[in-house]
């Protein structure tokens, strides 16, 4: 993990992680769902996507095992976790009290 990585995790804003694996199809759902989530909160949300083909120290870290898998981070704290291709609604009702 690089030191700038570490430094977003830690910041004080939420970050949504989503682990996926970039030669499934649901990648690019994934791109697109992420995309409206940055439209909608803007500067208060960071959305990384993570290609879980290359960097199995964060899938060990988290303990991802399946693709697509959500993680939103606040202040280096996990707050949520979800797993599966999910509507960008449901993804949003579970992430934002934590905005």
Do not use: C
Not at 39 to 50: A, C, H, M, R, S
Not at 74 to 92: F, H, S
Request: charged content about 30%; glycine content about 8%.
């Amino acid at each position: 993990m690089t030191h700038k990585f570490e430094e977003k995790l830690n910041s004080g804003k939420a970050v949504l992680l989503a682990f996926l694996h970039a030669g499934k199809q649901d990648a690019v759902d994934v791109k697109y769902i992420l995309k409206e989530l940055s439209d909608k909160y803007g500067d208060k949300l960071e959305t990384i996507k993570v290609d879980g083909s290359y960097d199995h120290e964060l899938l060990r870290k988290y303990k991802v095992d399946t693709f697509p898998t959500w993680i939103l981070i606040k202040n280096g704290e996990q707050l949520w976790n979800g797993n599966g291709i999910k509507k960008v609604e449901t993804i949003d009702e579970s992430i934002n009290a934590f905005i």
